[in-house]
């Protein structure tokens, strides 16, 4: 479950029903949407279009009509004459790329012109458990790629462009905690025994980012030795970020690894945002952009380009990552509303880099693993 699939089905104050939801990955019907085989395809559109444009991505990217599937696919197709956006969700697991990797092994057919919600360290994946080229270079016919923050850029070989980006830092309870942590080692303090949650590292999105800052700030050779004072703080470490931030809405403990943009949505819901302050360790905050890449097999290949183009246009990043509760990816991007008020974005973002995280973020990962199991 993509954690905008959770927001959406319980809101801040709702929370506390869907503790049994596991995996930030994991899948969910879209409500707009009918499934066929192992995909959900969207029922919009014409089928008489002269051409359809496959798009694939998480669930809840496409679920209502406040979604950022839903406002991309009016717009693009109100711009190109006879196309229809049909959109694709795969179910095959914890993450959405895995079918394509799978596919692409077998020699199946890809079904799809363009995938939106890559993180960086599955395009590492792509690349390490694949001979061929699953994605193409698009970046040198775009018009916007200039317009991408610099410190986003993650793919060398312009194949990936990040349309949006989360940054992911501890949320405070202000009420319960009379002090709040300013340092990684602050965290390591008795005074704060048993205060946080975090994610597994090895299901969900949020916990590999949260482990992957701690790499950043503590380096390869000092990460496990600084995890093991956490764990020996009593760091509760539960499979995806729905079950922490649930787990924290209950009052169970008065931090949880999650995202800047908590006091936007708990703005929205009326919630009381001391619950909800936003803390950047160390004046950081660790970046974890989203990114589409154009299939290598498309058959519409200038039209995917355009979609991808489109997204990072002004117009699409002035809309897409607030209905998304992310941070706009360009530097055209502007916010509206709570998320000008109340989006946070730290002094000094981080983040790995494609060739920073080849070779080394599934090691990471397993020593990690290992530490927390034998704990």
Request: negative net charge; proline residues 3%; contains cysteine.
């Amino acid at each position: 479950m993509k954690r905008r699939d959770y927001l959406r089905a319980a809101g801040v104050a709702g929370a506390l029903g869907l503790a049994g939801c596991t995996g930030d990955g994991g899948t969910t019907e879209s409500t707009t949407a009918t499934t066929t085989g192992s995909t959900t395809t969207g029922t919009t559109g014409t089928a008489s279009a002269s051409r359809t444009l496959t798009v694939a991505t998480y669930p809840s990217y496409v679920d209502g009509s406040d979604s950022p599937g839903a406002w991309l696919k009016e717009r693009f197709e109100a711009a190109h004459d006879g196309v229809t956006v049909e959109w694709s969700t795969p179910t095959s697991g914890s993450s959405n790329i895995n079918e394509y990797i799978q596919r692409a092994k077998q020699g199946a057919a890809i079904d799809a012109d363009v995938y939106v919600g890559l993180n960086t360290d599955e395009l590492v994946r792509v690349d390490q458990e694949l001979d061929t080229q699953l994605f193409a270079t698009v970046r040198d016919d775009l018009t916007h790629a200039d317009d991408v923050k610099e410190g986003l850029n993650v793919d060398p070989k312009g194949r990936a462009l990040p349309y949006d980006t989360g940054y992911v830092t501890p949320v405070v309870d202000a009420t319960t905690l009379e002090v709040v942590p300013e340092t990684f080692d602050d965290l390591l303090q008795s005074r704060y025994r048993g205060d946080l949650l975090a994610e597994n590292a090895q299901s969900s999105d949020t916990g590999k980012a949260f482990l992957l800052h701690t790499i950043h700030e503590q380096g390869s050779d000092g990460y496990l030795d600084y995890w093991r004072g956490l764990l020996d703080n009593d760091v509760r470490v539960l499979d995806s970020w729905d079950a922490a931030y649930n787990a924290y809405t209950k009052g169970e403990a008065p931090m949880v690894v999650s995202y800047s943009t908590a006091k936007v949505y708990a703005a929205n819901q009326g919630e009381d945002l001391e619950k909800y302050q936003v803390v950047f360790l160390n004046d950081e905050g660790y970046a974890n952009p989203e990114s589409m890449a154009v299939f290598s097999g498309s058959e519409h290949r200038e039209l995917a380009t355009a979609f991808v183009d489109f997204l990072l246009s002004e117009e699409a990043q002035d809309t897409v990552p607030q209905l998304n509760y992310q941070s706009p990816a360009t530097t055209t991007g502007s916010l509206s509303g709570n998320f000008a008020k109340y989006n946070e974005e730290p002094a000094n973002p981080v983040t790995f880099t494609y060739d920073e995280l080849a070779g080394n973020v599934t090691e990471w990962v397993e020593e990690w693993a290992r530490l927390v199991a034998q704990h």
